[in-house]
């Protein structure tokens, strides 16, 4: 598939936004974080500003962004118009949260009920986002089962590495906490893509050309001419080709930019071996970023829809 830059920017700012709302809720509920205005402001600022931002770019995608409401009506069936009903909804706790924080100096009681429900809906935002293309059986790259885990842990993952260097900004004590939040999620966020990579390694063939055609019985099917003398959209969007060698080289990028090199300064920060923790937590936020760019990069690029096995495609 075709990588929209827009939807790569939606899928990964907007989970960074709504895993670190996760996270200021349940830190919040732990005591680890004091409902300090300035605090909160910063914090919640900063994950509106990727929550809204990414829900903003995701409309650039379409072809007329102007009806993108439109899109919210179908939400019996469609996992899209169910992402967009409940991004929306998710504000009402949430900001609800942020007021009570901000305005009142409080993060407890109603107000840290409020911050949870809008945890609760956030992940079911993330997980609706994953759906969108999980419910697609005609990319076999994306309807797997560990698509749904691994965009929440991602989301969970990047909104840690955020909160932990705003702890850092504000010289919070319960840093060490912070850190080792994001070590675990960091972690996870690895497992959890080595599976999901090793699972399409090791994935059976789905579809042939002798499949899609009916013809698995005469033999093998192989395309004499081309449907059409130029490109089209189809196979513009849906039959995008990266080499094995480019995919391999930006893996390594994702594991080593999105995972290692910030799971290393986190740890040497958690122990107390890095000098200025708010440098090198930036250094990890903007590592993680790149690498998670990189990441969702090839989530789009490596996938096949099946529509390309009639377009000179063998399998899919």
């Known amino acids: 598939m075709h990588p929209a830059k827009s939807v790569i920017f939606f899928t990964t700012a907007s989970g960074a936004g709504y895993g670190l709302l996760v996270w200021l809720a349940v830190c919040a509920a732990l005591g680890w974080l004091p409902a300090a205005p300035l605090l909160g402001f910063v914090a919640f600022a900063l994950a509106f500003l990727l929550v809204v931002g990414g829900l903003l770019s995701s409309t650039f995608h379409l072809g007329h962004p ?13 996992w899209l118009s169910r992402e967009g009903v409940i991004a929306i ?6 900001g609800l949260f942020a007021a009570g924080w901000v305005f009142l100096g409080r993060n407890d009681g109603i107000i840290g009920a409020l911050g949870l429900a809008g945890a609760a809906m956030s992940l079911m935002t993330v997980f609706c986002t994953a759906m969108i293309y999980g419910s697609l059986k005609a990319i076999p790259a994306w309807s797997s089962p560990w698509t749904p885990p691994a965009y929440l842990v991602l989301s969970l993952a990047t909104g840690a590495v955020l909160m932990a260097f705003i702890a850092a900004v504000f010289a919070l ?10 070590l675990f999620a960091l972690a996870a966020g690895l497992a959890i893509k080595l599976a999901y990579w090793g699972s399409r390694a090791a ?5 042939t050309s002798a499949s899609a055609t009916g013809l698995e019985r005469l033999g093998k099917v192989t395309l004499i001419e081309a449907p059409h003398t130029e490109s089209n959209y189809l196979m513009d969007e849906m039959g995008f080709r990266i080499a094995r060698k480019h995919a391999s080289r930006l893996r390594a990028h994702a594991i080593v930019l999105g995972f290692l090199l910030p799971l290393a300064l986190m740890a040497a920060v958690g122990w107390g071996h890095m000098p200025m923790p708010v440098i ?4 990890s936020v903007l590592s993680c970023a790149l690498g998670i760019i990189a990441e969702r990069w090839l989530f789009f690029a490596e996938a096949r829809h099946v529509v390309t096995l009639y377009y000179g495609a063998t399998s899919v």
């Open 203 to 207: 994935a059976p063939v789905t579809s």
């Open 66 to 78: 102007e009806r993108a409401w439109r899109a919210m009506s179908q939400w019996k069936t469609s």
């Open 173 to 182: 004590p319960q840093l060490p906490e912070f850190v080792l939040v994001a």
């Open 89 to 94: 909804l998710t504000f009402i706790p949430t």
């Open 280 to 283: 090198w937590l930036g250094v």
